[in-house]
């Protein structure tokens, strides 16, 4: 653990790349006590069963959900000025009043502490809803109850805290999540804001915390801090509910995006913020565990956001590429055009059907959703980026003019290129695409870690190695006849899917043979596997794809009386897939990963710089990551209140 100075701030020690992801490996949930489809995935087992049939819903919740959608879509229709909100960069004081009074703030909490208590599934309707309206609502809702202090509260809360803090969230205060510092993402070894116990039981909370969604208007936070080991306190990475009005605290600044800009994101500062020991949130050094377990069903709710802006696209294109005529033809009757289209469709239902099975699975409770919940955060991330560039390209200059702009000119306010701008921070937000695949990579590796981690554990004596090596042995003459063949190769296979079981089969097949890949790169790398992170990423993406495969044509199935068209989607959409996972298979091998790594450690040595001449250089002045120092804000307070 960092040493302290004579503020008893940890002091800035930077930890090394082994040293920061034992950080992350000591606070991972390890075990697997529930099913996971996901999992079985990544092994070649396809365990259709797990999604298939869906979970039940129940009617009352399911009438609660649609009264309450109901109401917010009246609300958001009528009150809401979505391109007002964009124009100012702030949400106005009476609609999030207004949305506290609907009850938007307790969608998540229970009805015995003021709330809603609404499933998943509907929780992500209504951000589908409020985010088709303004972005910024829905990521103000989503960063409040699904990483604010109502989620982690949920899961491991006292009934003292509970009661304490959960009706004032369902009443109308807003809650915030604080771990990012200016030097500490989501690698969090370094964390240097210190909460040091005293003399009278509490704790002196001193740092600085950035890019806290909701900053400025949270009256309650989740703050990660670093507890100091000594006699009584095991110490480690904390959890605290912080009161954001307490002596010490300063909203230092609002931080500006390119997009979301109305979304109330701050600079946090704490200089000897006493915080009463009641409020650690699970028990010292348990604070990054209780982070990562309320992601597993927190990023639920950036998919949905995700799936609501494909819905808004699709519209948008459909009547655009109906009404445009160009050398006598509406465009989406041209090739080129109709192909854009039909993967803005595909991926909709595709992102939809993900989300609302894994929505499924975590109100029934009874699998683990870790892999599924990580799986379609960055997929949908990645798919709904992708979906919102094709619309700006079918909408051509007017795709980049904005709404207002359009709107002077007399014509449709349309803003598409505020939607690309919108749904970019979701590729980071929650954790990136990058590390999403090294996160979902080590669940999707775990069982071979688990009987095979310590013949590639450079710190493992010959005596372990030799006990793993025999337990390997046994564990891969089970496993691997199993990857040989399977349900996919029946013709027969799958047929009560009807036209939709030949995709199925594909995902049998495919499953075993990306199970055969990840054993084959086992053996290959071994332990520098975990640096071939161009292998580990189409890995992960081949699983994201089978695992979308599989829920679409589940969705499609279970609602095929109520929609038949949903077999279409399904098939549109399992065909786009499959040309993806084809061409990454291909890639595993076949790729430019070793020579793309030389050639940038080239450019980092300074070798290509005659490339950068030419043009007027960037800024220089100004470190690149601004640094802090403990002690009292020099800085106006601008938080806000409603």
């Not at 009547?319 to 055009?337: H, S």
């Given at each position: 653990?960092?040493?302290?100075?004579?503020?008893?701030?940890?002091?800035?020690?930077?930890?090394?790349?082994?040293?920061?992801?034992?950080?992350?490996?000591?606070?991972?949930?390890?075990?697997?006590?529930?099913?996971?489809?996901?999992?079985?995935?990544?092994?070649?087992?396809?365990?259709?069963?797990?999604?298939?049939?869906?979970?039940?819903?129940?009617?009352?919740?399911?009438?609660?959900?649609?009264?309450?959608?109901?109401?917010?879509?009246?609300?958001?229709?009528a009150e809401v000025d979505g391109q007002q909100i964009e124009r100012d960069a702030r949400i106005p004081d009476e609609v999030l009043r207004s949305l506290?009074?609907?009850?938007?703030?307790?969608?998540?909490?229970?009805?015995?502490?003021?709330?809603?208590?609404?499933?998943?599934?509907?929780?992500?309707?209504?951000?589908?809803?409020?985010?088709?309206?303004?972005?910024?609502?829905?990521?103000?809702?989503?960063?409040?109850?699904?990483?604010?202090v109502p989620q982690p509260l949920k899961l491991v809360g006292t009934d003292e805290q509970k009661q304490r803090f959960l009706p004032r969230l369902a009443a109308g205060e807003v809650s915030a999540f604080l771990l990012t510092e200016p030097e500490v993402g989501s690698y969090p070894a370094n964390l240097r804001t210190s909460?040091?116990?005293?003399?009278?039981?509490?704790?002196?909370?001193?740092?600085?915390?950035?890019?806290?969604?909701?900053?400025?208007?949270?009256?309650?936070?989740?703050?990660?801090?670093?507890?100091?080991?000594?006699?009584?306190?095991?110490?480690?990475?904390?959890?605290?509910?912080v009161e954001?009005?307490?002596?010490?605290?300063?909203?230092?600044?609002?931080?500006?995006?390119?997009?979301?800009?109305?979304?109330?994101?701050?600079?946090?500062?704490?200089?000897?913020?006493?915080?009463?020991?009641?409020?650690?949130?699970?028990?010292?050094?348990?604070?990054?565990?209780?982070?990562?377990?309320?992601?597993?069903?927190?990023?639920?709710?950036?998919?949905?956001?995700?799936?609501?802006?494909?819905?808004?696209?699709?519209?948008?294109?459909?009547?655009?590429?109906?009404?445009?005529?160009?050398?006598?033809?509406?465009?989406?009757?041209?090739?080129?055009?109709?192909?854009?289209?039909?993967?803005?469709?595909?991926?909709?239902?595709?992102?939809?059907?993900?989300?609302?099975?894994?929505?499924?699975?975590?109100?029934?409770?009874r699998s683990d959703i870790r892999i599924e919940a990580a799986l379609v955060k960055l997929y949908a991330s990645e798919l709904a980026w992708k979906v919102a560039d094709e619309l700006v390209q079918i909408r051509g200059g007017r795709g980049y003019e904005t709404a207002d702009s359009l709107a002077a000119r007399g014509e449709r306010p349309i803003p598409a290129e505020q939607i690309l701008r919108d749904l970019r921070i979701n590729r980071i937000f929650e954790g990136s695409t990058e590390i999403m695949h090294l996160a979902i990579a080590r669940e999707a590796v775990d069982a071979h870690l688990s009987v095979a981690g310590d013949i590639i554990d450079p710190d493992a004596d010959l005596g372990r190695k030799a006990k793993a090596a025999g337990k390997a042995g046994g564990f891969y003459a089970k496993w691997l006849p199993t990857l040989v063949a399977g349900k996919g190769q029946l013709?027969?296979?799958?047929?009560?899917?009807?036209?939709?079981?030949?995709?199925?089969?594909?995902?049998?097949?495919?499953?075993?043979?990306?199970?055969?890949?990840?054993?084959?790169?086992?053996?290959?790398?071994?332990?520098?596997?975990?640096?071939?992170?161009?292998?580990?990423?189409?890995?992960?993406?081949?699983?994201?794809?089978?695992f979308a495969m599989s829920a679409a044509c589940v969705k499609a199935r279970t609602e095929r009386t109520e929609r038949p068209e949903g077999v279409e989607l399904a098939d549109l959409f399992c065909r786009q897939a499959t040309l993806r996972v084809e061409a990454l298979f291909r890639d595993l091998w076949d790729n430019a990963d070793s020579i793309e790594v030389a050639a940038a450690k080239r450019v980092l040595q300074g070798r290509y710089m005659s490339l950068e001449e030419g043009v007027i250089p960037p800024p220089a002045e100004g470190a690149w990551t601004a640094d802090w120092e403990p002690g009292p804000s020099a800085a106006e307070d601008v938080r806000r209140r409603f």
């Open positions: 653990m960092a040493t302290t100075d004579a503020t008893q701030v940890p002091t800035h020690a930077v930890h090394t790349e082994r040293e920061a992801r034992k950080v992350i490996e000591a606070n991972r949930e390890s075990e697997w006590r529930k099913p996971s489809f996901g999992k079985e995935l990544f092994l070649g087992r396809f365990r259709l069963d797990l999604i298939d049939p869906l979970p039940a819903l129940d009617a009352d919740r399911l009438a609660q959900g649609a009264e309450f959608r109901s109401k917010l879509d009246a609300f958001l229709s506290g009074e609907l009850g938007a703030y307790g969608m998540k909490i229970d009805e015995k502490y003021g709330g809603l208590g609404l499933t998943n599934l509907d929780y992500c309707r209504a951000l589908m809803l409020a985010g088709s309206v303004s972005p910024a609502i829905g990521a103000l809702l989503s960063a409040h109850q699904s990483i604010g909460a040091v116990p005293t003399p009278e039981g509490d704790y002196l909370l001193n740092g600085v915390k950035l890019w806290a969604t909701n900053g400025t208007l949270a009256t309650l936070y989740v703050v990660m801090a670093l507890v100091p080991k000594s006699e009584g306190h095991r110490g480690g990475i904390t959890a605290f509910v954001a009005d307490a002596p010490g605290v300063t909203i230092e600044r609002r931080n500006a995006f390119m997009g979301l800009r109305g979304l109330e994101n701050s600079v946090t500062r704490f200089h000897d913020v006493r915080v009463p020991a009641e409020n650690v949130i699970g028990g010292e050094g348990q604070g990054l565990r209780i982070a990562l377990s309320t992601l597993n069903t927190g990023r639920l709710s950036l998919p949905a956001m995700c799936v609501g802006a494909g819905k808004w696209c699709l519209g948008v294109a459909r009547e655009w590429a109906d009404e445009r005529v160009q050398m006598g033809r509406p465009i989406g009757n041209y090739e080129a055009i109709a192909k854009k289209i039909a993967f803005i469709a595909g991926s909709t239902y595709g992102m939809e059907a993900m989300l609302e099975v894994s929505c499924r699975l975590a109100d029934d409770d013709p027969g296979g799958f047929g009560g899917f009807g036209p939709l079981a030949a995709h199925l089969r594909y995902v049998e097949r495919a499953s075993r043979k990306l199970a055969r890949e990840t054993f084959y790169g086992m053996a290959r790398w071994q332990g520098r596997l975990e640096h071939k992170q161009g292998f580990l990423g189409r890995i992960v993406d081949i699983g994201a794809e089978l």
